[in-house]
């Protein structure tokens, strides 16, 4: 089970004007349960005038190889009228105490041999340098293309970091920068990384056919739009893989399905269960909640996943689903706070 834990700020990092880098230190005691997976993200909570309010942000420093983390690095961007982005950039500060929860993520890869590529935009580099920097110091056969898009120079997060692991490993990873509102001294040309273009740009760029698995992260129109070149292009759904990191309200909503007058929860969570009516328009999470404040969950839009629960029985309806695979969705996994009943008695497992 995912739990939230007080985790002291060691260090902020002003990275580009509107996002910083936190390094938070984890105690020798905690240590193993903030062991991580290259891509993983975390859940930081704060309460400000009694709303609890969390957000999920990728950890994007390497993970330890055979040992767990004794520190755990993410980056946060600011997010207009962002309630906890705008608390990070403007208040967090050295010495501070931040509610974290334990990582958790399927957008993930353990290292192995292989040709990897990432289609990344604005602070989707952020779970990817995790991945690259991991995979290439482990695997010495793994080879990775990194195709990143940002605005500006002066406004590319990890822009060092990035650098730095090019001089490192020259040989084993491509580097393409793509700027959508400057005009680079070399390179490609600037302009948005849509559908079209990159059909046509990345046959050139590396033989597509021959990577192992693609790593799409960023804003919902960058990754659709990667995904559609990517199937075009005859690339297998298995080998692509996806986050987004924002979606406009009401984007890829269902359909809407009558609900049943009267339903009933049962949900198993933490190894114990209870059985619960749900009120009319609320999701499944949110009925939960109100009997388990226990239960996880992050971003209540669908995109993080960490609210994945299995479906014993009964049919619900997702709103929309930004954070599971097709393979998880065919297995019986849904995402709690996008669930609502369609049958009268719906049982889920949360602890699968």
């Known amino acids: 089970m995912a739990r939230f834990h007080r985790l002291r700020v060691a260090a902020v990092d002003r990275l580009t004007d509107d996002s910083v880098a936190l390094t938070l230190t984890v105690p020798p005691h905690l240590a193993e349960e903030y062991r991580y997976v290259p891509g993983q993200h975390l859940a930081l909570r704060r309460v400000a005038d009694g709303e609890d309010i969390r957000r999920t942000y990728s950890i994007c420093s390497p993970a330890p190889d055979g040992e767990a983390p004794s520190t755990l690095r993410v980056g946060v961007r600011l997010v207009e009228g962002g309630a906890f982005s705008t608390y990070a950039l403007k208040e967090i500060g050295l010495g501070d105490e931040l509610e974290v929860m334990t990582p958790a993520g399927r957008f993930t890869l353990p290292p192995a041999p292989g040709r990897y590529a990432a289609i990344v935009g604005g602070s989707g580099i952020t779970p990817v340098l995790s991945i690259v920097s991991t995979l290439l110091a482990r695997e010495p056969?793994?080879?990775?293309?990194?195709?990143r898009s940002d605005r500006t120079t002066a406004s590319t997060m990890f822009l060092e970091e990035v650098a730095d692991l090019k001089d490192r490993y020259p040989e084993r990873l491509q580097l393409v920068t793509v700027l959508s509102r400057e005009e680079q001294q070399a390179g490609l040309p600037s302009g948005r990384l849509d559908q079209e273009r990159l059909t046509g740009l990345l046959p050139v760029l590396l033989p597509v056919e021959q990577?192992?698995?693609?790593?799409?992260c960023g804003p919902y129109g960058l990754v659709e739009g990667a995904e559609r070149a990517l199937r075009g292009l005859g690339v297998a759904r298995s080998r692509i893989h996806q986050e987004i990191f924002h979606v406009d309200a009401g984007t890829a909503t269902a359909a809407t399905v009558p609900a049943p007058a009267h339903s009933t929860v049962t949900a198993r969570l933490d190894g114990r269960g209870g059985t619960?009516?749900?009120?009319?328009?609320?999701?499944l999470l949110d009925t939960v909640l109100r009997n388990r404040p226990d239960a996880p969950y992050a971003c209540k839009g669908g995109v993080c996943g960490t609210c994945r629960a299995f479906l014993v029985s009964g049919e619900v309806r997702m709103d929309r689903n930004f954070a599971l695979e097709s393979e998880e969705t065919e297995a019986g996994y849904v995402l709690a706070c996008q669930s609502h009943p369609v049958t009268e008695r719906v049982e889920l497992d949360f602890d699968r």
Not at 211 to 216: E, I, Q, S
Not at 276 to 283: L, R
């Open 211 to 216: 990577v192992d698995g693609w790593f799409l």
């Open 141 to 147: 056969a793994a080879r990775f293309c990194l195709i």
């Open 276 to 283: 619960w009516p749900v009120q009319d328009g609320e999701s």
